[in-house]
């Protein structure tokens, strides 16, 4: 359909693609000046001393828990509403994500909920900034130093936020990003670490290259041939072309988070006078980045969704909880392990949300889900 809109959509423009023209012609297409250039700027957006460039979001996370130490037998403490990857991350490293249930009203992990989940195997917590909004860390960081766990930010939804006044990825002992084409930046696919931890920072970067000391770049500019792989670790490198398109993206971050929010405002002005559709609820003290744009509705979703895709609107639903996966279902995880995810689940429509969308299509957008809610409300 010629008028689509999608829920989320890449910008890409003429820097862009020069950007990434120039690293085609220059000698270094991986491990070059591009991918530290990156890095030293993303920590400026994150204010964290390190900043590890990775092939994607999921493999970030993976090496978080590596530089962790997460091993069979340990227990880390996941949000049942995320992505996959965030609990898939803990498997890989044979560990076992225990899940906690979420607010009702944001779909933040629920601070009480990770309390109640904590036992002597637990080690880390895994927060997932859902939407954009940073979790309530000032309830979860003395949990965390409490029961003596390690705080993992999964901030892939949260590139551009910040937590009174703090900018997400800053706020994690380990904090990780994704530039997925629907996420704040893209790269095609990439993913950043990022922490103030100079021990995590090193694993990190060992993990993400066979485990090896040094890299390639490295050894030829000191002419030398020797190295040693000290860990198990994967190639997780990010080349030079993505890390110039990233770098160029970066640039665009901050009018890209105010247009975000202005898409975000306008949504909310429309849905104020509903008793039907609820936005999920923001906290006074986060500047949110809208990665996606959620609403719970009080009809049928599915009918809902149905109705908006046909009137080409790309709506979707962030997420199923992890363990209703079939995977995790084999792994024993069971239905009721956390019922306000669950009931979530049930309700949540996510709105296209990206910052080329237009006035037009927010408003069509609205207007199509406010019918679909009164056609399924009068039966
Ligand atoms: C996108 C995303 C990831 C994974 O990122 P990829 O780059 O797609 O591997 C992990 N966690 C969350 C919450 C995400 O949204």
Redesign the pocket.
């Known amino acids: 359909m010629d008028d689509f809109i999608p829920y989320g959509r890449q910008a890409i423009d003429d820097d862009d693609i020069q950007a990434v023209i120039d690293v085609l012609k220059s000698d270094w297409l991986t491990t070059g000046p591009a991918v530290s250039a990156f890095e030293k700027a993303f920590t400026d957006v994150t204010g964290t001393r390190f900043a590890t460039a990775v092939s ?4 970030a ?1 993976h090496a978080a828990m590596f530089a962790l130490d997460i091993k069979p037998g340990d227990e880390v403490i996941v949000p049942a509403i ?2 996959a ?2 609990a898939n991350a803990v498997l890989y490293q044979g560990g076992t994500p225990v899940f906690a249930d979420v607010d009702p009203d944001t779909l933040l992990i629920d601070p009480a909920s990770i309390d109640e989940c904590v036992t002597e195997k637990t080690r880390a917590v895994v927060a ?1 900034d859902y939407a954009g909004q940073p979790c309530d860390y000032d309830q979860i960081r003395p949990l965390c130093d409490q029961h003596g766990l390690k705080l993992v930010v ?1 901030a ?2 949260a590139l551009g936020a910040s937590y009174k006044g703090r900018p997400a990825g800053v706020i994690g002992d380990i904090n990780v990003f ?3 084409p629907v ?1 704040h930046i893209t790269t095609g ?3 950043m670490v990022a922490t103030d931890k100079p021990e995590y920072d090193e694993k990190v970067k060992i993990f993400r290259n066979h485990g090896i000391t040094a890299d390639n770049r490295q050894r030829a500019l000191q002419g030398k041939w020797f190295y040693e792989m000290t860990a198990l670790g994967y190639n997780y490198r990010l080349s030079d072309i993505q890390c110039a398109l990233g770098l160029s993206q970066l640039k665009k971050l901050p009018q890209w988070i105010k247009k975000r929010r202005e898409v975000a405002d306008r949504y909310d002005r429309l849905f104020s006078h509903s008793d039907m559709i609820h936005p999920l609820a923001v906290r006074p003290d986060v500047e949110h980045a809208y990665h996606l744009y959620v609403v719970q509705i009080d009809v049928d979703r599915g009918g809902v969704f149905t109705i908006m895709r046909q009137a080409g609107i790309g709506v979707n639903v962030h997420y199923i909880p992890v363990y209703l996966h079939p995977y995790y279902r084999d792994l024993g995880y069971k239905t009721g392990l956390c019922p306000k995810a669950e009931a979530a689940y049930g309700r949540i429509l996510t709105l296209p949300m990206f910052p080329g969308l237009g006035d037009e299509q927010i408003q069509r957008t609205a207007a199509t889900l406010a019918g679909a809610v009164d056609h399924l409300r009068n039966g």
């Open positions: 994607n979001g999921t493999a996370l995320t992505f990857a965030s997932v999964d892939c939804h994704s530039f997925h996420k696919e990439g993913g």
